[in-house]
């Protein structure tokens, strides 16, 4: 095959790679909620959940009567009111989008994802973070049609794992990227299915079982926190006089056998009824409740001044309270006057109030960084996590990389191995935008003189001029680009060739690390155009050139071989 068929075959098979990649990405993130020891962060800094109850517009809105223009109508009204986080009840009582039988789930009505893809657009599109809860005691509640079908699914593991692989799962698992995401509520107020006739009075045990499980499950497909709503401290809390903590990480563990069942957070619930027995969180502290092992949200309260009056204290006042006892949220009841606890006009003056106090608190002032560029999955620089989710990014934002980055990733790049430790590299860096541009024109022009040579001319000129154009617009839009050579005079130049691509996989790798793209270029960007433009001498190889910065999406992984079809035992 001569040189430049072989260039013009790969370009076109990059090209189609390209449109593939493309095609499918998903979107980037910045703004993803993390826990650092017993509060909230995005990136850098300390996040509090202003937040309120907004459970349904109509009862199981998902799959079933979600009407966009309220929702989109009210998360707006959300912002306009301070509020950056919302609790939202995915399925109210089973009676809507999750299909059950005797045996378990048994699937998802056509809508429900559409619907629930719509929701998380419009909080994408809002910045509003959201509370998932994912059922509640009401499915368990006679004579709810289906109640035998939820016991069943809480007491019998067969039937757990159908609500795990076919609805928690797949939600967990088409949301994960989404940074509003920011957690999963296993459950409304389980404890009332353990307590109340009427729900089941199923075993504590059972319970246990069950979330541990589903704790479980989220935790391995996904880095979003898990919590409880738990209707009352008295069965948060080991204190004396209280029920026991319930949801503690030996409890969950030790029910369902899975060392991944526990929560990241505890939500707990307060009403007035609740005061004789427990007091409020408002006046204790999760210290003094013996849950300040992980952050503490109140996820439940009443949403208006009267609703407090065992305390007492005003709803402004509440908020002030719950951040100075060291919760990490409040949220109450609810925002859109689904029953008499307070709507918007009553929760609003205290989230307005709380904002206008803690503006960094609520809208914490996250700059653009590489690091929080990287989708949810992936964001942290564990090892793992970097080689799992390095990949070939070919378009960029034009934000500049600091200087102490690019040397840090070079810095990695020459600890790479050598053939007797030789190390004959140099890495050419180039942040001149001239030159880039021009190396681009010449990819251009390069590529455009192809056109003829197609076998199958299925586009005129001026659809493959544009196409061509469009793409090394894409390839050449990253603030810096680092050319890998090797040094033909080196002390073993005929290893070169080995030495050379480990340097440019550790410099990938290391940019990712920092949040960086960067992409293996060989044809797309000729090794004749590049020595040309750069006026790279003779005496040097080039292995690739790579682009470096901050990807304008992050391209989903393409498909990888198992990693049985890799390894051979012992001998072939
Ligand atoms: C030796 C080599 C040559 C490559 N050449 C190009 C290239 O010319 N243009 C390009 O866009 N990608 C190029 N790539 C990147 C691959 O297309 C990419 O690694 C592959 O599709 C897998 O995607 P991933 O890196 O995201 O896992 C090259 C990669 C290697 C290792």
Request: proline share 6%; charged share 20%.
């Amino acid at each position: 095959m001569n040189t430049k068929l072989h260039s013009l075959l790969d370009f076109k098979k990059e090209i189609l790679i390209l449109s593939i990649i493309l095609g499918s990405v998903i979107s980037t993130y910045s703004q993803t909620i993390s826990i650092k020891g017993n509060e909230f962060y995005v990136d850098s800094k300390r996040i509090w959940l202003n937040g309120v109850n907004t459970p349904w517009n109509v009862w199981n809105d998902f799959g079933g009567k979600f009407d966009y223009n309220w929702w989109n109508n009210h998360f707006q009204i959300l912002k306009n009111n301070g509020i950056n986080c919302s609790r939202i009840w995915f399925s109210c009582d089973g009676n809507g989008a999750v299909k059950t039988d005797s045996k378990g789930v048994t699937g998802m009505s056509e809508t429900f994802f559409k619907d629930c893809d719509s929701l998380f657009a419009i909080a994408k599109r809002t910045g509003i973070y959201i509370d998932a809860t994912m059922m509640s005691f009401d499915h368990c509640k006679s004579p709810n049609v289906a109640f035998q079908n939820w016991r069943n699914i809480i007491t019998d593991k067969k039937a757990s794992l159908t609500y795990i692989n076919n609805y928690l799962v797949p939600f967990v698992n088409r949301y994960k990227e989404n940074p509003y995401l920011f957690a999963i509520d296993l459950c409304n107020e389980p404890e009332w299915i353990s307590e109340d006739a009427k729900d089941g009075k199923l075993p504590v045990k059972s319970l246990q079982q069950f979330f541990g499980l589903c704790a479980a499950a989220v935790h391995s497909n996904s880095i979003i926190p898990v919590t409880i709503g738990s209707a009352c401290i008295k069965w948060n809390s080991d204190n004396q006089g209280y029920a026991g903590n319930y949801w503690k990480d030996a409890a969950l563990e030790a029910a369902s056998g899975d060392p991944k069942a526990y929560l990241d957070f505890y939500c707990i619930h307060y009403y007035g009824w609740i005061h004789k027995y427990f007091k409020s969180p408002f006046e204790m502290s999760p210290a003094e409740y013996g849950i300040n092992d992980k952050p503490v949200i109140i996820e439940e309260s009443p949403g208006k001044d009267s609703g407090l009056k065992e305390i007492p204290m005003t709803l402004v006042q509440a908020f002030e309270s719950a951040f100075l006892k060291g919760y990490q949220g409040n949220m109450p009841w609810t925002s859109n006057g689904v029953d008499e606890n307070g709507d918007i006009t009553t929760v609003g003056v205290a989230t307005l109030a709380f904002k206008n106090n803690h503006p960094e608190l609520v809208y914490p002032p996250v700059a653009p960084t590489a690091l929080n560029s990287c989708p949810k999955s992936c964001s942290g620089e564990s090892f793992w996590n970097v080689v799992q989710s390095r990949r070939s990014v070919r378009k960029f934002k034009p934000d500049s990389i600091p200087e102490k980055d690019i040397r840090k990733i070079l810095d990695a790049a020459r600890m790479a191995p050598t053939s007797g430790n030789q190390q004959p590299w140099k890495f050419l860096v180039i942040r001149d935008r001239n030159k880039i541009n021009q190396m681009k024109e010449a990819c251009i022009g390069q590529a455009l003189g192809y056109y003829n040579e197609q076998n199958e001319q299925k586009e005129t000129k001026e659809e493959f001029t544009n196409r061509v154009k469009k793409v090394f617009e894409d390839y050449c839009s990253a603030p810096v680009y680092i050319i890998v050579l090797t040094d033909n005079n080196s002390m073993y130049p005929d290893y070169n060739h080995w030495d050379g691509p480990l340097a440019a996989g550790y410099l990938m790798l290391a940019a990712r690390a920092l949040g960086y793209g960067t992409v293996f270029i060989t044809d797309a960007i000729s090794d004749k155009i590049t020595k040309e433009v750069f006026k790279i001498p003779d005496t040097y190889t080039r292995v690739c050139i790579t682009p470096l910065g901050i990807p304008y999406e992050w391209p989903k992984t393409p498909p990888k071989k198992e990693l049985e079809e890799f390894i051979i035992n012992e001998k072939f």
